[in-house]
């Protein structure tokens, strides 16, 4: 495939790295979509000594990536401003899950949970089931879509990576009669379940539709799903690849099709998903007056 059709042009895959085995698994998932977007592989690690430690100039002859480091503490916040600034005109932003700042179930590191929301180009974070089990390689790109701009955004992004990576691609409307009300509440929906579920299929075809227009000979399947987004997706991720999600603007009011799972679903998929969470950057709205 062109390089003008993968769409990288040039632009890295960059990786946040430690020395951790969560980081080395990222960037071994990440020199994969690299090779297959024909991208450059840049792997990034914040550090006091400037000089390029032993593991890190082994990683990155390994996977013939470039390798830099640069000054810093090491803290999260700092590691996250450093690679927000290298993910401008970025292909992929990479981190692991499992470096420094994890705890609990929720095992996204706190650099992860900072960088999701805020990257200006996609961000992946490389789960696996296990903290000591590398992330799939096969099974479906599982994309959620709400036939928002940023649900399109997702979608577009998902079918890209479903391409480059020769992996089918399955589209996914989750829907349900039960809405977040303006206090926090919840109601049920006025409409009737029919016609709920009517509009759900609707969904799911022109997210068929879109993905058949931008990549005709791609393999992908729609569905429409009574549910809650998180718990939909969380069940899919168990057998797909990578998951695509559209992480909502916090500068964006809710709306009544939200759900009651508000501003919840890409965190959720971030520090639970058995496998990598990908997501699309998050729309600025245009400034007005």
């Known amino acids: 495939m062109a390089d003008s059709e993968k769409g990288a042009a040039g632009r890295p895959v960059v990786v946040g790295v430690d020395a951790t085995p969560s980081a080395e ?3 071994t998932w990440a020199a994969e979509i690299a090779d297959a977007r024909g991208a450059p592989l840049h792997l990034v690690l914040v550090g006091a000594d400037t000089s390029a430690p032993g593991w890190l ?3 990155a002859a390994s996977l013939g990536a470039h390798a830099d480091v640069v000054p810093g503490p090491g803290e ?3 590691v996250a401003d450093t690679l927000l600034a290298r993910a401008d005109g970025a292909d992929l932003l ?3 899950s499992h470096g420094t700042g994890s705890s609990g179930g929720l095992l996204a590191g ?5 960088l999701a929301g805020s990257s200006p180009c996609p961000l992946a974070v490389v789960r696996g089931s296990e903290t000591d089990r590398t992330p799939p390689t096969t099974g479906p790109v599982v994309v959620g879509v709400d036939g928002t701009g940023a649900g399109n955004d997702a979608l577009d992004l ?3 990576l479903a391409r480059d990576l020769g992996a089918p691609l399955l589209a996914v409307h989750v829907w349900s009669d039960v809405v977040a009300g303006a206090g926090g509440g919840a109601h049920r929906r006025p409409e009737d379940w029919s016609e709920l579920a009517a509009r759900g299929e ?13 990549v005709p000979d791609l393999a992908v399947e729609a569905r429409s799903v009574e549910g809650t987004a998180l718990r939909t997706l969380l069940d899919l991720a168990e057998s797909a690849r990578m998951v695509v999600a559209a992480p909502r603007s916090a500068s964006r009011a809710p709306r009544p099709d939200d759900g009651v799972l508000l501003g919840s679903t890409s965190r959720g998929l971030v520090g639970f998903a058995p496998c990598p969470v990908v997501l699309a950057p998050v729309r ?6």
């Open 25 to 27: 698994a990222a960037a």
């Open 57 to 59: 100039t082994a990683l």
């Open 76 to 78: 999260p916040e700092t």
């Open 94 to 96: 990479v981190v692991g």
């Open 110 to 114: 706190t650099a992860a949970l900072r």
């Open 158 to 160: 998902a079918a890209d």
């Open 202 to 214: 609707g969904m799911a075809a022109e997210a068929r539709r879109r993905v058949a227009a931008r």
């Open 284 to 289: 600025v709205p245009a400034r007005t007056g």
